[in-house]
């Protein structure tokens, strides 16, 4: 099998030639320390030889061209199976720590998180009345995007990363706590403005699938907490539930796949995810899932994605320690087909970058057994 091929028999829960491997998200630094450290190791990699930030500002001006190139060489060389990149909201800095972007939503910014919302569009219901996400789309949005699907040139599954209607709606609102009080408050206005941002998912999948037709959509954003999830399942049946449906039965009907990204304990909505038709469940948080329950329950009926901790075993941990695990997380998840290994988040600055490569060599050898 090639790389499409492993990827999306293991996305469709069937048996590949081996345990496919993707990350949905490693940022610039971290991928100038992988290839600072392949250089080290004698493979020739492009990294950037001058840059007057290596820092992450999380989409803050246009992508890095030498920094996309030095993303494509390490998903090929590294032998992953897939892309995966967002689309940007055009966030500007408008202050030292401060970024706006273009639908009007206010973030702190910080060097290495996601810039964290603090001031939206949508204070009160009257401002549903001016408030409109689709017509602010451009096809630039999507440049990096189209960049790294033309470098690599149909060789990998090419995933994009749309944001869940729950952090769309809760970032326009400036905080989730303004929307969850919301849920008590006003449920009307609660689904008047989960509608703007179900639209506009609806809208950015439309423009994504005309730049690639074989594009697989993963909806990122948290639902659950370590503890359980961060509405009771009433709420997210009622509030959020049916946009899923919706967003997953529009995107079958254009032959696609969807993968449902949440951190925390999702099992009280587990099977909410199953019956909505998601086809993957990403990331299985070791802290709070154990991968083999989680296999059991949805063997055959959806694909599991992650679960190798980025929290402290890659920052922390010994490269032999990262080989352990991951032959283990794949002795329990992969029998049967449709498990796909990634972190249990994203590469982000504090993994080592030597436990990233001890991660992905183990994943080939072990792996191919």
Known sequence: MNSKERFMTA?????PDKVPIFESYINDSSLIALGKLMNERGIEAPVPETRSDEKDTFGIGAPKEDVLDLYCFLVSELRL???????????????KDRGRDKYGRVYRLSEHGEPFPIQGPVEKEEDLLEFEMVSKLRQEDFRAFRYIVDRVEGEKVPLLTITDPFKVSWRSRGGMEELLMDYVRNPQFVHDLARISTDFDLAVIDMVTEIEPEVVILMTGDLAGEDTTIMSPESYREFIRPYHQEIVDYVHGKGGRIIKHTDGNAWPILDDFLQVGFDGFHPVQPQCMDIAEVKEHLSGQMCILGNIDCRNLLPFGTEEEVKRVVEETIAKAAPGGGYIVSSSNSIHPGVEPKNYLAMVETVHRYGSD
């Open 81 to 95: 199976d897939a892309t995966c990149y967002n689309f940007s909201i055009g966030l500007e800095r408008v202050g």
């Open 11 to 15: 996305l469709e829960v069937g048996i």
